[in-house]
């Protein structure tokens, strides 16, 4: 019940295209859901957040879309560039302490 | 100083040896957490400091582990006895509060191998 279930484990897109990553969760208890950018030899850094109350939440070329029926929640890049190129990963919290998924390898190829 | 910082950025240690690991949280974070990031996998919680509460250690995978707080300063984790399977980066956040109101800042953590 405290996992995150985070696919693709990598995906490749070319420059300008969508990049999706999903994430599903149990814990219905479960009431913040971030997103995480991480470059190689560095920690990973907040992206973008949403709570169950919205459906959607968009920063830039960063959106989050939420479906709280069905307990997912997913990561679209659009026109994705090559400094995209990172590992993602989505993660729950309904306390202080964050589970994160498993986390997505994204390359985008010029 | 501006960020989390942790030290060492890398250290090679042999089998059964203990290591020390050290974070500097940023100024008037109140929380600090503890995650280990093995090759290729997600984040797996380890600890978790909030102020002078008493920390959660659920995810301390074995009692060769441990992990002090001063106040709401430095933190260091210790592994006792290190195995190969220790082998993995251990990340340091830190957080003005719970998480569900603040994100966390992470430091680019410490590359522990076990040879």
């Known amino acids: 019940q405290q996992q995150v279930k985070q696919s693709p484990q990598s995906l490749i897109v070319q420059k300008g295209g969508i990049s999706i990553i999903n994430c599903a969760y149990e814990?219905?208890?479960?009431?913040?859901f971030p997103w995480y950018q991480q470059f190689p030899g560095k920690g990973p850094a907040l992206l973008i957040a949403?709570?169950?109350?919205?459906s959607e939440k968009k920063e830039g070329r960063f959106t989050i879309s939420f479906n709280k029926s069905a307990k997912q929640f997913s990561l679209h890049i659009m026109d994705s560039q090559p400094g995209d190129s990172a590992t993602y990963f989505c993660?729950?919290?309904?306390?202080?302490?964050?589970?994160f998924g498993t986390g997505t390898r994204l390359q985008v190829f010029p | 100083g501006a960020g989390v910082s942790q030290s060492p950025s890398n250290k090679v240690t042999e089998k059964g040896k203990d290591v020390e690991l050290r974070c500097d949280p940023i100024?008037?974070?109140?929380?600090l957490y503890w995650y280990r990031q093995r090759l290729g996998q997600g984040l797996e919680f380890l600890i978790y400091?909030?102020?002078?509460?008493?920390?959660?250690k659920s995810g301390l995978p074995s009692d060769r582990f441990s992990a002090e707080r001063t106040g709401e300063s430095v933190s260091t984790l210790t592994i006792q006895r290190t195995q190969q399977e220790d082998s993995a980066v251990y990340l340091c956040?830190?957080?003005?509060?719970?998480?569900?109101?603040?994100?966390?800042?992470f430091g680019s953590g410490t590359r522990l191998t076990v040879v």
């Open positions: 814990n219905t208890a479960f009431d913040y």
């Open positions: 993660a729950a919290s309904f306390t202080d302490k964050l589970i």
């Open positions: 956040a830190s957080s003005l509060g719970g998480s569900t109101n603040y994100g966390y800042t």
């Open positions: 100024s008037g974070h109140t929380a």
């Open positions: 400091f909030q102020g002078n509460s008493a920390p959660d």
């Open positions: 949403i709570r169950p109350d919205v």
